[in-house]
T-cell receptor, first 115, second 111 residues
Framework: SAVISQKPSRDICQRGTSLTIQCQVD?????MFWYRQQPGQSLTLIAT?????????ESGFVIDKFPISRPNLTFSTLTVSNMSPEDSSIYLC????????????FGSGTQLSVL | DAKTTQPNSMESNEEEPVHLPCNHS???????IHWYRQLPSQGPEYVIH???SNVNNRMASLAIAEDRKSSTLILHRATLRDAAVYYC????????????FGSGTKLNVKP
């Protein structure tokens, strides 16, 4: 299995500011994904973090709002830009591929509240 | 991508078996069926997955209908720790790690 560390675990931010969430994995992984879970809702895929190239965004998500970096096979960041209260959610990093086969492993998430 | 349909919620008594259904009538012949669960305040975790045959592991069993249009996750003896949201997922063939989550089934286990 993969051990995933997400930082921060929670934060309270002001409207109009940006927050960068880090995802660190204890081994090299092929696939990294970012999800959003709005209060009381299921998970929504934001994007696939591609190592060495631009992330691939799902419909409804854009790079200007959610810039993603993935400098290597064990680390990725998601930035939530120009935040509004509607961005209050849990943001989760997940990893898979390679030796993990079809399984996905998830971090425990970042609880974001925007005032 | 194939869609899944699950009941919004189910209730079970502790130490009794639980059968969690999932309908996936548009499944293709190569779609794997995955089950994940999300315990309170945690990220989802893998439960089980299969293609055609029934599957067992230490957590659960997966029963797949002969026509593959439905499946059932079986928890043989529910415990309070099994209270979670259970998701049935069919990843796309072009990227079997890319999961699109439905609404899942919230399982409540009564002592």
């Amino acid at each position: 299995s993969a051990v995933i560390s997400q930082k921060p675990s929670r934060d309270i931010c002001q409207r109009g500011t940006s927050l960068t969430i880090q995802c660190q994995v204890d081994s090299q992984v092929t696939m990294m994904f970012w999800y959003r879970q709005q209060p009381g809702q299921s998970l929504t895929l934001i994007a696939t973090a591609n190592q060495g190239s631009e992330a691939t965004y799902e419909s409804g998500f854009v790079i200007d709002k959610f810039p993603i970096s993935r400098p290597n096979l064990t680390f990725s960041t998601l930035t939530v830009s120009n935040m509004s209260p509607e961005d209050s959610s849990i943001y989760l990093c997940s990893v898979g591929g390679g030796g993990f086969g079809e399984k996905l492993f998830f971090g425990s998430g970042t609880q974001l509240s925007v005032l | 991508d194939a869609k899944t349909t699950q009941p919004n919620s189910m209730e079970s008594n502790e130490e009794e078996p639980v059968h969690l259904p999932c309908n996936h009538s548009t499944i293709s012949g190569t779609d794997y069926i995955h089950w994940y669960r999300q315990l309170p305040s945690q990220g989802p975790e893998y439960v089980i997955h299969g293609l055609t045959s029934n599957v067992n592991n230490r957590m659960a069993s997966l029963a797949i209908a002969e026509d593959r249009k439905s499946s059932t996750l079986i928890l043989h003896r529910a415990t309070l720790r099994d209270a979670a949201v259970y998701y049935c997922i069919l990843p796309p063939l072009y990227n079997f790690n890319k999961f699109y989550f439905g609404s899942g089934t919230k399982l409540n286990v009564k002592p």
